[in-house]
């Protein structure tokens, strides 16, 4: 009996699917997070000779300190590669636009190396020391949220590593855009705080409220922190967060995002504003804000231009679902294909170079279409006006606004010029450009982003809708701009699929509160229409990745299986008293969890950290006193949130253990009390506990308390329910060992 048993069942089932493929698989590598302390006897007897009054105001009070000083790392991060990122694009501006005068081949050598040489580093970068920073981000964020572990997903090289990325990426300006970047940056810092320590000191400041479960809210505060610092919409960040990325929800921890989202913009406005400190600026004192432009046309409407908002929010929904469904033809052509390092290193070069050519080419081919200068611009963007073709002393090629600015400025760029000034043909080439270049980025071994490249696709084409309405509509003084902005409203709804979340941002953005209508018309056209035809992109990454994700909404249709037929039999138990050899014969099985039976009843469970710490702090060898429960509480607070890979090496170094066959008695470290199921229990009910509880496994027993089995989250999680097409089915994901960098 098992898994194998019901994939036998759904076969025969036309209302259920298993899917066979690699595509589609739970990785077996993955863990799950224990959020649960585990209740031992040890802790039991801690807690009880400390002042828990005085214990919990100040772990209460050290957590807020630590949210506080959580939004003013972040902050101090994002204004810090704000300000570098802008001006390392006004000096790639200013090599490129002398280079441009020499011609076709003197420009395509530059042009080149500017864009393939940061991104080979950043993909050397990538495979070799964080792999986990492949893709946007938002998926592992999201994982470790639900309750995957991850790997080094806490350590200081791995933000740093992302942060590096950042650079490289910004510097080759990449399609893909690095705003979900920032977010997975948030994430990382929020998981790096509790494990910081003070420079050439080994003291930890937020040692004490680094267990998983405070790990946890300051990974979601810093999620949303970084999700205010991409988009500049502190609300909608907060939302953002809450919609995509968490499985769990309190008012205590809104209010830690909140107050983590209000100190981070907070130091970024301060370092904006002492940057900007007697410099000539334009009309944004933040230039992150990246549709500040909306602030500065009028967003007005009439209820008969309705049907043409939802049309444009069918065809954002349309065209994001066959990216989404294009994204996973991609993905299955590289597994088949791109095995090896030497071939995803081609990959990313050969990436670079059509990026490169199709950019001098379509630069020299659209040298003729030129567009007058704005009044009011910044030094960024007035750095990517390049002037070759253009005889005037007041235009510049129309096609550098796609090709040499950031991304936000190129959004900013379509919402604030008219249509007498830009070329049908030239919005035609940008909006092609991002949604295809975006597409092939994704899935490489590079950071990517996804909504703000879409963002500037459906601004493209809203633009051009807007011109056509122009055209047809008898109405004088038609605003194209309206339409680009709607345009990408669309475009980012069709590919995310976020609802209440991406239209607060769009209306912080903007500004203009009285536009809320047309942009939640068309967020939830975009969302259903294109939900006949695909998944959201996010959850396609998750189940990508093989992440044993577990979501709220269980399976539509009932089955008869219960947990004897899912559960693990061949689970490897421990006596209550037994050898160090034998600890550490089962730290090294794959197991996470060991059951601990006396006469086959259950008695208590113990973790595989638990054991590592054990051996690790030799506790074993300490007489009963208060001194081996203080040490056992340090060593516990110490490890929680390390990765069971370096406890290993430490443990299996020369002359770590040398008494092998001392007795250890796991009465004293095991957790008596565990979650128990019958099993009888329905798979229903199961999943419903998993999703309630926050559970990473329960102890199968029979009507005499014997143990008969263990289940996980990855037996859980293989089960997906899917809605397309207006029908709803279950899907059976198999379980497959991955030879994958990015598990433990």
Same mark, same amino acid.
């Given at each position: ?15 259920? +699917? ?14 799950? *997070? ?5 209740? =031992? ?141 920032? *977010? ?45 610092? &991409? ?173 040499? +600015?950031? %991304? ?32 092939? +980025? ?21 633009? %051009? ?36 979340? %991406? ?12 536009? =809320? ?45 219960? &947990? ?23 730290? *090294?099985?794959?197991? +996470? ?18 054991? &590592? ?59 008596? =009390? ?21 559970? =990473? ?48």
């Amino acid at each position: 009996m098992g898994l194998l048993s019901i994939i036998q069942y759904y076969k025969k089932r036309p209302s259920r +699917q298993i899917f066979n493929s690699n595509l589609y698989s739970i990785n077996k590598q993955y863990s799950a *997070i224990n959020f649960i302390p585990p209740e =031992s006897n040890i802790r039991t007897q801690i807690e009880k000779e400390t002042d828990l009054r005085h214990y919990y105001a100040s772990s209460v009070a050290k957590k807020w300190f630590a949210v506080i000083i959580l939004g003013l790392f972040i902050g101090t991060l994002g204004a810090v590669m704000a300000l570098i990122v802008e001006e390392m694009f006004i000096l790639k501006n200013f090599v490129l636009k002398e280079t441009l005068k020499y011609g076709l081949i003197g420009s395509s050598f530059v042009w080149m190396v500017w864009t393939v040489f940061p991104i080979m580093i950043c993909s050397f970068v990538v495979m070799e020391f964080a792999p986990t920073l492949r893709g946007c981000g938002i998926a592992s964020a999201t994982a470790y949220l639900n309750g995957v572990k991850l790997h080094n997903f806490h350590k200081a090289s791995t933000l740093l590593s992302l942060y590096l990325s950042i650079f490289l990426i910004s510097a080759a300006n990449m399609p893909g855009g690095r705003e979900e970047l920032v *977010i997975y940056l948030g994430a990382l810092s929020g998981a790096f705080i509790t494990r910081a320590r003070i420079p050439f000191t080994n003291i930890r400041p937020f040692l004490s409220v680094s267990s998983r479960i405070n790990m946890r809210t300051l990974v979601a505060a810093g999620t949303a922190a970084g999700g205010s610092i &991409a988009f500049g919409t502190p609300i909608g960040a907060v939302l953002f967060c809450l919609e995509e990325g968490l499985s769990f929800w309190s008012p205590e921890l809104t209010t830690m995002m909140f107050l983590c989202t209000i100190c981070s913009n907070f130091v970024l406005h301060l370092f904006y504003t002492l940057y900007r400190r007697g410099k000539d600026f334009s009309y944004e004192i933040m230039p992150y804000l990246f549709f500040s432009g909306a602030r500065h046309i009028s967003l007005t409407y009439e209820f008969s231009e309705i049907p043409l908002f939802i049309l444009m929010g069918i065809i954002g929904g349309l065209l994001g679902s066959f990216w989404n469904e294009g994204q996973i033809i991609l993905r299955r052509w590289r597994n088949n294909n791109i095995k090896t390092k030497t071939l995803r290193y081609l990959e990313v070069a050969i990436l670079g170079l059509c990026l490169s050519l199709c950019g001098i080419l379509t630069f020299h081919y659209f040298g003729a279409e030129c567009t007058q200068k704005i009044e009011k611009e910044d030094r960024e963007a007035r750095s990517s006006h390049m002037k070759v073709y253009c005889k005037e002393d007041d235009e510049f090629e129309s096609v550098t606004i796609y090709l040499f +600015q950031d %991304l936000r400025h190129t959004i900013k760029s379509l919402l604030v010029i008219h249509k007498e000034l830009i070329s049908f043909s030239v919005v035609l080439f940008g909006g092609i450009y991002y949604y295809v270049f975006s597409g092939l +980025q994704l899935g490489t071994y590079l950071p990517s982003g996804i909504l703000i490249p879409h963002l500037i696709c459906g601004a493209s084409w809203g633009y %051009l809708v807007g011109i056509w309405y122009s055209q047809a509509s008898v109405a004088g003084n038609i605003i194209v701009s309206k339409y680009a902005f709607l345009g990408a409203v669309a475009q980012g709804s069709g590919v995310a699929r976020l609802t209440l979340s %991406l239209g607060i941002i769009m209306i912080e953005s903007c500004g203009q509160q009285i536009f =809320s209508l047309p942009i939640f018309i068309i967020v939830i056209t975009a969302k259903w229409f294109g939900g006949i035809f695909s998944r959201p992109i996010y959850r396609i990454e998750t189940y990508l990745e093989g992440y044993p994700f577990l979501r709220v909404t269980y399976l539509p249709i009932s089955t008869p299986y219960k &947990a004897k037929h899912i559960m693990i039999s061949s689970m490897v138990s421990l006596p209550p008293r037994l050898t160090v050899k034998e600890l550490v014969d089962a730290l *090294i099985s794959k197991h +996470q969890v060991f059951p601990v039976l006396e006469n086959e009843k259950v008695v208590g469970v113990v973790t595989k950290y638990q054991i &590592a710490v054990i051996l690790k702090s030799k506790v074993y060898k300490f007489p009963d006193n208060i001194d081996k429960e203080h040490l056992m509480n340090e060593m516990l607070l110490e490890y929680e949130g390390e990765s069971f890979v370096e406890l290993e090496e430490v443990i299996h170094s020369e002359d770590s253990i040398p008494d092998a066959y001392d007795k250890v008695d796991l009465t004293n470290f095991m957790s008596a =009390s565990t979650y128990l199921i019958n099993s009888e229990t329905s798979l229903r009910k199961i999943y419903l506990m998993f999703v309630s509880l926050g559970l =990473s496994y329960v102890i199968v027993i029979d009507d005499n308390f014997n143990a008969q089995g263990i289940i996980t989250r990855k037996d859980i999680a293989c089960f997906k329910k899917i809605s397309q097409f207006m029908l709803m089915r279950t899907e059976v994901l198999p379980l497959r060992h991955w030879s994958s960098p990015l598990t433990v």
